[in-house]
């Protein structure tokens, strides 16, 4: 990894995981992803958006990557690094590899997902480790990597408590 990248990879997990809290807070689904290039510059991000645009493969790893090449007008994005607030499904993984990109970092892995009821560990079935091989996958311990998570339930807790005096009124 270079050094320009490495000396601000803290900096840019944090950006990540506070993309992925606000995006939370606002009542998306809580993961977010940023693609950083050589220099340590961010080139893209992205936060899930399958709700928002009806799109299952609108995943945050996938909207980052599509982000970025209309950023740097490039469909390749080699040299570059993706940041994940969630370990990346399956499908991210492969078009992480399709992108060019090599250096994967995670903030959270798929089992502190499955545990806030974001179980998406049925894609890696559909893998193998040819795939996950050609990647170099770092975790990366950060203080918050659970917030994003937490928010998105408090969310769903909060937004559903109004809404049911207001249906037994109007019925
Ligand atoms: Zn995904």
């Not at 998306?28 to 936060?47: D, K």
């Not at 992108?99 to 894609?123: E, M």
Request: proline share 4%.
């Amino acid at each position: 990894m270079h050094n320009a990248l490495e000396s601000r990879l803290p900096e840019h997990a944090e950006s990540t995981i506070e993309l992925a809290i606000q995006h939370a807070n606002a009542g998306g689904l809580p993961f977010a992803a940023l693609i950083i290039n050589s220099q340590g510059e961010v080139i893209g991000e992205g936060v899930n958006q399958v709700a928002q645009q009806l799109d299952c493969t609108a995943h945050a790893e996938v909207q980052a990557i599509r982000n970025a090449s209309r950023n740097t007008r490039r469909v390749a994005l080699h040299g570059a690094t993706l940041i994940a607030s969630g370990e990346p499904c399956a499908l991210c993984f492969m078009a992480i590899h399709m992108a060019g990109i090599k250096n994967v970092i995670c903030l959270s892995n798929r089992h502190d997902a499955a545990d806030h009821g974001f179980d998406y560990r049925w894609t890696y079935r559909h893998i193998n480790t040819s795939l996950l091989n050609a990647l170099n996958i770092v975790m990366l311990g950060v203080d918050r990597k659970l917030w994003p998570f937490q928010v998105a339930r408090q969310q769903s807790l909060t937004s559903k408590k109004p809404a049911a005096p207001k249906a037994r009124r109007s019925g």
